[in-house]
């Protein structure tokens, strides 16, 4: 399903595909350095695909998300391009509920204001295609088929994750529990698929306001 005024039903031979996944919930005071982090990625990235229109691959989720996607709007068309990847019809997807935090009430302005952010974010020039990649009766569950099929459509994966996160993805410990579709599980299931993995760990801020950076490799 595509809502987008750029529609396209797949990349192109000439696109880089870059997936993001990230926490919804950053730590206090993260933001800045994430944005300048990825900003960092970003360019390593084009320096890495000369010619190629880099295709951020991402949803729209308060957080980690909405920051990707402001950074692909800024650099805008035609070397950077959006997809957004949906769980549901965009009427189902920005709610209230799901931008409050803390013991925000849902008619709070600041949640207003983070709904407005993120869903104005689908009218960007360099959104590409709105593709509503959920399918199970279960919302959670097409949560997870989102971040899911978003690993599926990326060359590479990036992932904004707690120290922890990465931590129980990459454990050999079969018995670690990871939360449904979340940063920890996507990680996995991309490594599982042997996808070149980027990590920027949002809870250890380093020096010159950058995030630490793991690599995993496909």
Do not use: W
Request: aromatic share 6%; net charge negative; glycine share 6%.
């Amino acid at each position: 399903m595509s809502d987008s005024p750029h529609p396209s039903n797949e990349s192109t031979a000439q696109d880089f595909a870059i997936g993001f996944v990230g926490k919804r919930v950053l730590p206090p005071g993260s933001e800045a350095a994430l944005r300048a982090t990825l900003a960092q990625v970003l360019d390593q990235l084009a320096a890495e695909n000369p010619g190629h229109a880099l295709l951020g691959v991402s949803s729209l989720a308060l957080g980690a998300d909405t920051v990707f996607v402001e950074l692909i709007a800024a650099r805008g068309r035609p070397t950077y391009q959006q997809l957004i990847f949906l769980p549901t019809a965009p009427a189902g997807f920005f709610l209230p509920d799901d931008f409050r935090l803390g013991d925000e009430a849902a008619t709070d302005p600041a949640v207003q204001a983070r709904v407005a952010r993120s869903e104005n974010l689908l009218k960007a020039p360099a959104v590409r295609e709105v593709r509503i990649t959920g399918t199970s009766t279960d919302r959670d569950e097409r949560f997870a088929e989102t971040a899911f099929a978003i690993v599926r459509a990326c060359d590479v994966l990036l992932v904004a994750c707690t120290q922890a996160d990465y931590d129980a993805a990459l454990s050999p410990d079969p018995t670690i529990k990871l939360a449904r579709g979340g940063s920890a599980e996507t990680l996995r299931y991309a490594r599982a698929g042997h996808k070149r993995a980027i990590v920027l760990l949002v809870d250890a801020p380093g020096a010159g306001a950058r995030l630490p950076i793991r690599l995993v490799e496909a």
